[in-house]
DNA sequence: CTCGTGACTCCCG
DNA sequence: TCGGGAGCCACGA
């Protein structure tokens, strides 16, 4: 993966998820540029995820909810998210008025 | 160059 | 709430 690219943005943008918050991989693919990319995400995710030891459970999907099948990750990623501190709430989701990752533009300062 | 691939999202119903 | 269909697209083969 080279400097500039669009999966280095990606990559960039999911490091900066802090801890004890969420982000959706449609949220990512806005912020590294192109947000019809959610996709790119997923893929991101599989190829770089241990290479770049980047913090993957802290995306889901737009409902508030984790996109892995249960019995397939489902069940280890809600723990890694609770170790954080975040909840679940009715039907597993999360509450994103608590949880979402806002990230804010400094230099416009909105 | 084309093509398959998704841990997605949007739009109904 | 749930599910199917269509749209979506960077990347590797």
Do not use: C
Not at 26 to 40: D, E, K, L, S, T
Not at 73 to 87: A, N, S
Request: a positive charge.
């Amino acid at each position: 993966m080279r400097q500039g690219s669009f999966s280095r943005r990606i990559v960039d943008a999911i490091k900066k998820i802090p801890a004890g918050r969420v982000a959706t991989y449609g949220q990512i693919a806005m912020i590294a540029g192109n947000p019809r990319a959610a996709r790119q995400v997923v893929r991101i995710l599989h190829t770089s995820s241990e290479k770049e030891d980047l913090p993957w459970h802290r995306v889901v999907n737009r409902h508030g909810r984790i996109a892995l099948r249960r019995g397939s990750g489902y069940e280890f990623q809600k723990r890694r998210l609770q170790e954080e501190g975040i909840t679940f709430g009715k039907d597993d989701r999360i509450d994103f008025k608590k949880f979402l990752w806002e990230p804010v533009d400094v230099t416009t300062n909105q």
